[in-house]
């Protein structure tokens, strides 16, 4: 009889800390959580933008091709950086309103 109240305590003392640092767990990836939509809602706003993931893929293809173009202007292809600037630029004035 001594014996199963003591498992018992014990089955009730473990579940409480599991429970505890779940908890913890949750509250400090909650704040990431919080933290990055924070982020994309003010980036969203800011640039006057939908808050989709298609709009957020788009902006970072934009701006991979704004780099691009600049890279390019480094290597003196002149060419290839007109049209990744023209490209970059098109595709971020169709996105932002």
Do not use: C, K, P
Not at 18 to 35: E, P
């Amino acid at each position: 009889m001594q014996v199963e109240s003591f498992f018992e305590w014990l089955g009730q003392a473990l579940g409480t800390v599991i429970r505890y640092i779940v908890d913890a767990l949750s509250g400090f990836f909650g704040l990431f959580a919080d933290a990055g939509a924070n982020f994309i809602e003010g980036l969203s706003r800011t640039l006057g933008m939908d808050r989709s993931l298609i709009s957020l893929i788009a902006l970072a293809i934009g701006l991979m091709l704004l780099v691009g173009a600049f890279r390019a202007f480094f290597r003196r292809s002149i060419i290839a950086g007109v049209i990744y600037l023209f490209l970059g630029l098109w595709l971020l004035s169709w996105l932002i309103h």
